[in-house]
C-alpha cells in the first residue's frame, strides 16, 4: 500500500541555521504533496504544499523539494528561529479513492539558542 | 466559522462506554476528514466525508467507530464501548475539495481508563 515515511526522528539546529528536513514516499504515482508543522498541544498546521509537475516551490522561509526519481521531499527552512520548534509532517496523496493523505510518522524539530 | 471547530477538546471515559467526537468544519467546505493520532505518532485515516459521496470508511478499525455527517456540516464520529488502546487525540479536518490541503481542528483528547 502507499505510505510515507521520515529519515530522521529528530533534527536539533542552532537558531539561525538553515534546517532540512527530509521524507519518502512509496507511491510513485501521488501527485500532490504537503508538509505540516504540529506544535504541542494543537493540530497540524498546512505549510507548503507541492504538485507532482514541480520540482521546487518557495514560500515565506521555507522551501520544498520534490526529487520524483527517488520518491524524495524535503523542506527547508532558512534562519531557524525558536518559533520553527515543532513535528513536522509530509503528506502525500493516496491515489486509491478520493483525496485522502497519507501522513509520515513525523520529525521533531528542536531549535537551539 | 474561521477554522475547523472540535469538541470536547478533553475527554476521559470509562473503558467500555461510548463517546461522540464532535466537528465543526469550515464553513463551505465540502470534505470532511476524521485522523487519528497516538503519542508520539503520525497520523492514521479514520473516515472522509466527501459531498453527497459515499464516505471513505477505509480507515476504522474496528466496528466500534462509526462517523456521519449531517447536512453535509457537522460530523460525529463515536467510539462504541471505549478500549484503552482507543486512547489518542482525534482530529478533524476539512478542505474545500479535492487538490486543496486540509485545514485541522486542534482535536480531541480521548483517555479511556
Known amino acids: 500500500g502507499e505510505s510515507v515515511g521520515l529519515h530522521l526522528p529528530t533534527l536539533s539546529v542552532q537558531e539561525g541555521d538553515n534546517s532540512i528536513i527530509n521524507c519518502a514516499y512509496s507511491n510513485s504515482a501521488s501527485d500532490y504533496f504537503i508538509w505540516y508543522k504540529q506544535e504541542s498541544g494543537k493540530g497540524p498546521q498546512f505549510i507548503i504544499d507541492i504538485r507532482s509537475n514541480m520540482d521546487k516551490r518557495q514560500g515565506q522561509r521555507v522551501t520544498v523539494l520534490l526529487n520524483k526519481t527517488v520518491k524524495h521531499l524535503s523542506l527547508q527552512i532558512a534562519a531557524t528561529q525558536p518559533g520553527d520548534s515543532a513535528v513536522y509532517f509530509c503528506a502525500e496523496r493516496a491515489t486509491s479513492g478520493y483525496n485522502k493523505l497519507i501522513f509520515g510518522a513525523g520529525t521533531r524539530l528542536a531549535v537551539h539558542p | 466559522g474561521a477554522g475547523v471547530s472540535q469538541s470536547p477538546s478533553n475527554k476521559v471515559t470509562e473503558k467500555g462506554k461510548d463517546v461522540e467526537l464532535r466537528c465543526d468544519p469550515i464553513?463551505?467546505?465540502?470534505?470532511l476528514y476524521w485522523y487519528r493520532q497516538s503519542l508520539g505518532q503520525g497520523l492514521e485515516f479514520l473516515i472522509y466525508?466527501?459531498?453527497?459521496?459515499?464516505?471513505?470508511k477505509s480507515g476504522l478499525p474496528s466496528d466500534r467507530f462509526s462517523a456521519e455527517r449531517t447536512g453535509g456540516s457537522v460530523s460525529t464520529l463515536t467510539i462504541q464501548r471505549t478500549q484503552q488502546e482507543d486512547s489518542a487525540v482525534y482530529l478533524c479536518?476539512?478542505?474545500?475539495?479535492?487538490?486543496?490541503?486540509?485545514?485541522f481542528g486542534s482535536g480531541t483528547r480521548l483517555t479511556v481508563v
Open positions: 479536518a476539512s478542505s474545500r475539495g479535492q487538490g486543496y490541503g486540509y485545514t
Open positions: 464553513s463551505g467546505h465540502t470534505a
Open positions: 466525508f466527501q459531498g453527497n459521496s459515499a464516505p471513505d
